[in-house]
């Protein structure tokens, strides 16, 4: 039967998007369910907005469905395997074995074709997010699994320090240490393998020059200049900026060889010209530039912070709901890996995790106000607990966007938990991940504890700022329907 439920709810989805011959390929991140459309024009928004299953529907350069943690993996599965097809590769062009009606969606194409025309405005700045999410989303996994062994070691060390545990006990930090180091030692190789994934180049030539930006080789007294200031470039500088930049540049490069190159030397000379550019541009050019655009957007958000403080906070914790919602997120997941590789841990993941908190907190006071509801509350009692664990888009996209005035209130309790996060100062994350309560490990500097109290703040607010002035009245005497 459950088999059966994902199953329909693939069918479902496949009948509003066109059919599986309108998709080029499909994969699931935390939340959602990701697709590359081939013709926008045979999609209805409207259509799979209203599938009983679906939470929510973000029209970007990929298409977003939001289905909820769990049940997006088990929908995509029954998709790809429907097709014949595995998650993220290319979809076939002649599937036989869909029974769809395409005259009716046909029909339905010049009236979402307008749609579609106002959503994909500013068509460039989403498919650089649809990218970045692309390059950034299959490596989270490796952030949680490492960034928690690394805050059990600090947690041990820390424990060492205070002599509350033995000597012996430290060859096994160590340990721990070494195992989580090896995801961020080498992040930027990880990166440029999946940019040129992305890109459409060899990934093995993206992880080079990822490798290369770690100056791999160059041992005192040999330097290479930087030509902005003629100081000695360091090792890693520009991160995962410059390698973001260099590996998309090395994409049109090795294109452009494979055009013009021969086919009986082009598995020779494209690989190796390709990387002797790349390479030496990557040095010489990407690296000076992406270390001051590096420098500076750290060194601004945390002036920001540091000015601005519980107002920087506020602000931050407020829009940041907005941004998850409109898929605008992901942009700063390398601004998060940027502070991380810098400073040892992110300021911001722990500000703008309030978001969520602040949610819970809204959910809570709908859930309080509105019991009557049992459809609602039953939508709360379902979304509340990945919310609490820091996966927000089940309550925005289930409870409190469809009710308009929670989600603006959530939005307040998000921003006076970013308030209260700013005013102690230094509470950063050492990784990036889920945030709410699964947040807390990843906290630096034995910050855990102002951490919380965000949390908590962020709850209240949400939840006073609902209770007051955030409860519709359609919500409070919404159908009552049994248990």
């Given at each position: 039967?459950?088999?059966?439920k994902?199953?329909?709810?693939?069918?479902?989805i496949?009948?509003?998007?066109?059919?599986?011959?309108?998709?080029?390929?499909?994969?699931?991140?935390?939340t959602?369910?990701?697709?590359?459309?081939?013709?926008?024009?045979?999609?209805?928004?409207?259509?799979?907005?209203?599938?009983?299953?679906?939470?929510?529907?973000?029209s970007?350069d990929?298409?977003?469905?939001?289905?909820?943690?769990?049940?997006?993996?088990?929908?995509?599965?029954?998709?790809?395997?429907?097709?014949?097809?595995?998650?993220?590769?290319?979809?076939?062009?002649?599937?036989?074995?869909?029974q769809?009606?395409?005259?009716?969606?046909?029909?339905?194409?010049?009236?979402v074709h307008?749609?579609?025309k106002?959503?994909?405005?500013?068509?460039?700045?989403?498919?650089?997010?649809?990218?970045?999410?692309?390059?950034?989303?299959?490596?989270?996994?490796?952030?949680i699994?490492?960034?928690?062994?690394?805050?059990?070691?600090?947690i041990?060390?820390?424990?060492?320090?205070?002599?509350?545990?033995?000597?012996?006990?430290?060859?096994?930090?160590?340990i721990?240490?070494?195992?989580?180091?090896a995801?961020?030692?080498?992040?930027?190789?990880?990166?440029?393998?999946?940019t040129?994934?992305?890109?459409?180049?060899?990934?093995?030539?993206?992880?080079?020059i990822?490798g290369v930006?770690?100056?791999?080789?160059v041992?005192?007294?040999?330097?290479?200049?930087?030509?902005?200031?003629?100081?000695?470039?360091?090792?890693?500088?520009?991160?995962?900026i410059?390698?973001?930049?260099?590996?998309?540049?090395?994409?049109?490069?090795?294109?452009?060889?494979?055009?013009?190159?021969?086919d009986?030397?082009?598995?020779?000379?494209?690989?190796?010209?390709?990387?002797?550019?790349?390479?030496?541009?990557?040095?010489?050019?990407?690296?000076?530039?992406?270390?001051?655009?590096?420098?500076?957007?750290v060194g601004?958000?945390n002036?920001?912070?540091?000015?601005?403080?519980?107002?920087?906070g506020?602000?931050?914790?407020?829009?940041?709901?907005?941004?998850?919602?409109?898929?605008?997120?992901?942009?700063?997941?390398?601004?998060h890996?940027?502070?991380?590789?810098?400073?040892?841990?992110?300021?911001?993941?722990?500000i703008?995790?309030?978001?969520?908190?602040?949610?819970?907190?809204?959910?809570?006071?709908?859930?309080v106000?509105?019991?009557?509801?049992?459809?609602?509350?039953?939508?709360?009692?379902?979304?509340?607990?990945?919310?609490?664990?820091?996966?927000?888009?089940?309550?925005?996209?289930?409870?409190?966007?469809?009710?308009?005035?929670?989600?603006?209130?959530a939005?307040?309790?998000?921003?006076?938990?970013?308030?209260?996060?700013?005013?102690?100062?230094?509470?950063?994350?050492?990784?990036?991940?889920?945030?709410?309560?699964?947040?807390?490990?990843?906290?630096?500097?034995?910050?855990?504890?102002?951490?919380?109290?965000?949390?908590?703040?962020?709850y209240?607010?949400?939840?006073?700022?609902?209770?007051?002035?955030?409860?519709?009245?359609?919500a409070?005497?919404?159908?009552?329907?049994?248990?």
């Amino acid at each position: 039967m459950m088999n059966d439920k994902y199953s329909r709810l693939g069918q479902d989805i496949y009948a509003n998007i066109g059919g599986p011959n309108n998709v080029e390929s499909l994969y699931h991140c935390m939340t959602r369910l990701r697709i590359k459309i081939r013709d926008d024009s045979k999609v209805d928004i409207a259509g799979l907005k209203a599938i009983d299953g679906v939470l929510g529907v973000v029209s970007a350069d990929t298409l977003e469905i939001v289905l909820g943690s769990g049940v997006n993996a088990k929908v995509a599965q029954s998709m790809v395997s429907q097709v014949g097809v595995k998650e993220n590769e290319e979809f076939p062009t002649n599937v036989s074995n869909y029974q769809a009606e395409k005259s009716e969606v046909q029909a339905k194409a010049a009236e979402v074709h307008a749609q579609h025309k106002a959503q994909l405005k500013q068509t460039w700045w989403r498919k650089a997010l649809g990218h970045i999410s692309a390059i950034f989303i299959p490596l989270i996994p490796a952030f949680i699994g490492a960034g928690l062994i690394s805050g059990v070691a600090g947690i041990l060390r820390n424990m060492l320090t205070a002599k509350m545990l033995p000597a012996n006990w430290n060859l096994g930090v160590t340990i721990l240490s070494m195992i989580a180091s090896a995801l961020f030692a080498y992040l930027n190789i990880y990166v440029g393998t999946n940019t040129a994934k992305e890109f459409g180049a060899t990934p093995a030539l993206g992880g080079i020059i990822g490798g290369v930006v770690l100056l791999p080789g160059v041992v005192a007294p040999v330097t290479i200049p930087n030509f902005l200031d003629g100081k000695p470039l360091a090792a890693g500088q520009g991160g995962i900026i410059g390698v973001l930049l260099a590996v998309w540049v090395l994409s049109y490069v090795e294109k452009w060889f494979h055009e013009h190159i021969a086919d009986s030397v082009d598995i020779i000379f494209t690989p190796f010209l390709t990387i002797l550019i790349m390479g030496l541009f990557t040095v010489f050019v990407v690296m000076p530039i992406a270390g001051w655009i590096s420098n500076s957007l750290v060194g601004g958000i945390n002036w920001v912070l540091n000015v601005g403080g519980p107002v920087a906070g506020f602000i931050l914790g407020l829009f940041f709901l907005p941004m998850v919602m409109l898929g605008l997120h992901q942009i700063l997941t390398p601004i998060h890996l940027e502070m991380i590789q810098k400073m040892g841990y992110t300021p911001l993941l722990p500000i703008l995790a309030m978001a969520g908190a602040g949610q819970v907190g809204a959910a809570i006071a709908l859930w309080v106000k509105c019991r009557k509801n049992k459809k609602l509350v039953r939508l709360i009692k379902g979304a509340l607990p990945v919310g609490i664990l820091g996966v927000g888009e089940p309550l925005i996209y289930g409870v409190t966007l469809p009710l308009g005035r929670p989600f603006i209130t959530a939005c307040v309790g998000g921003g006076i938990g970013g308030a209260v996060v700013a005013s102690f100062g230094h509470v950063g994350a050492i990784a990036i991940g889920p945030s709410g309560i699964a947040l807390i490990p990843l906290i630096a500097n034995n910050m855990w504890w102002a951490y919380v109290i965000g949390l908590l703040s962020a709850y209240a607010g949400g939840f006073i700022a609902t209770y007051f002035w955030g409860v519709p009245k359609t919500a409070v005497h919404g159908e009552v329907e049994d248990a």
